[in-house]
T-cell receptor, first 115, second 116 residues
Framework: KNQVEQSPQSLIILEGKNCTLQ??????????LRWYKQDTGRGPVSLTI?????NTKSNGRYTATLDADTKQSSLHITASQLSDSASYIC??????????????FGKGTKLSVIP | DTAVSQTPKYLVTQMGNDKSIKCEQN?????MYWYKQDSKKFLKIMFS???????INETVPNRFSPKSPDKAHLNLHINSLELGDSAVYFC???????????????FGSGTQLSVL
């Protein structure tokens, strides 16, 4: 069982609608949580990075939330556009030693925005 | 100009061959990485490297070896390719920060390797 679980696995929404993607994690000790957007055939692009002290962080129409107590994060996309069609990957950074860390990637949620 | 570029984009080869994937970053970063994204879409770290240290994921077979001619390049050599090596390989880079673990990763577009 992966230590970073994302839901839903895939999602189809109409252009202009809002949506929320979920991420639950079990890895520890927690350092930070990241959301990446990966377009088809491209590498992931960073959207947000949040530490345990940050509850929310926005990047344009993307707003990420973090509840470090329940180990849950969400990514909310407002007024979706066709260009939002991509996989959204939740990544948790775990402290793995003095001054070192390890990234654990979720499988991603594949979002399709249709006209 | 692409910040992290890797070539080739697609690589099709026979089992048993030796191949290389090249990666270059023009961001001035001090750390580079290789990741593997398998058919289940999970991204897994293979190597991280800066001018001080090479960190190898212990699960990576020694048929895989990174070669860094300079700070801006980290190439991936693969010997005796196997069917299970088929995947998308991503190069990435970051700049070390005082708060370790908060480095922002910049990824290349990936190399899709198909071993026949």
């Amino acid at each position: 069982k992966n230590q970073v679980e994302q839901s839903p696995q895939s999602l189809i929404i109409l252009e202009g609608k809002n949506c929320t993607l979920q991420c639950n994690y079990t890895v520890s000790p927690f350092s930070n949580l990241r959301w990446y957007k990966q377009d088809t055939g491209r590498g992931p692009v960073s959207l947000t990075i949040m530490t345990f002290s940050e509850n929310t962080k926005s990047n344009g129409r993307y707003t990420a939330t973090l509840d470090a107590d329940t180990k849950q994060s969400s990514l909310h996309i407002t007024a979706s556009q066709l260009s939002d069609s991509a996989s959204y990957i939740c990544v948790v950074s775990v402290i793995s030693g003095a001054g070192s860390y390890q990234l654990t990637f979720g499988k991603g949620t594949k979002l399709s925005v249709i006209p | 100009d692409t910040a992290v570029s890797q070539t080739p984009k697609y690589l099709v080869t026979q089992m048993g061959n030796d191949k290389s994937i090249k990666c270059e970053q023009n961001l001035g970063h001090d750390t580079m990485y290789w990741y593997k994204q398998d058919s289940k879409k999970f991204l897994k770290i293979m190597f991280s490297y800066n001018n001080k240290e090479l960190i190898i994921n212990e699960t990576v077979p020694n048929r895989f070896s990174p070669k860094s001619p300079d700070k801006a390049h980290l190439n991936l050599h693969i010997n005796s390719l196997e069917l299970g090596d088929s995947a998308v390989y991503f190069c990435a880079s970051s700049q070390s920060r005082r708060e370790a673990g908060r480095e922002k990763l910049f990824f290349g577009s990936g190399t899709q390797l198909s071993v026949l």
